[in-house]
């Protein structure tokens, strides 16, 4: 279930998520079903998603539709395929707090370091002129082009 309050795209910015993936995700909805593995089910509690208003969004959990177990379970915890809300909070962020969050893992992101298709100096301008979250987003995740 996802708030109707909720203005998209959304982006998240929760540091694990992106050190796994090295780049920012641009969510222009919300799935709401994900596999997620057992011992990683409170994480996803803590994600800092905003939406393009600034405001923080908090994860909940609905309800679990199924688990996936292996023979190789005591090396591999249980995955389950999770049904996820998405709720406004009281909080929000302001755009220059966005920008210094995105501009302090420039040096971490995959695009720029492995395909070099944008300097770091180059990307870090594009994101602190961005005169709004759209296309800070749009920005952080590459999808500005």
Do not use: C
């Not at 405001?55 to 190789?72: D, G, H, M, Y």
């Not at 755009?95 to 969050?101: A, M, T």
């Amino acid at each position: 279930m996802v708030d109707p309050n909720i203005v998209f795209p959304i982006l998240d910015l929760t540091d694990w998520i992106f050190e796994g993936e090295g780049v920012y995700e641009l969510d222009t909805d919300w799935g709401g079903q994900f596999y997620i593995k057992e011992n990683e089910m409170e994480k996803h509690l803590q994600r800092l998603i905003i939406d393009s208003e600034g405001k923080i969004l908090k994860v909940t959990f609905e309800k679990i539709i199924s688990r996936e177990t292996t023979i190789f379970s005591f090396f591999m915890p249980t995955k389950n395929l999770m049904e996820l809300n998405l709720e406004l909070t009281d909080r929000k962020m302001t755009l220059d707090e966005v920008k210094r969050k995105v501009i302090s893992n420039t040096e971490k992101n995959f695009i720029i370091k492995r395909y070099k298709e944008i300097s770091e100096a180059d990307f870090n301008n594009k994101l602190r002129a961005a005169p709004n979250f759209v296309k800070l987003f749009e920005i952080a995740s590459m999808e500005d082009e």
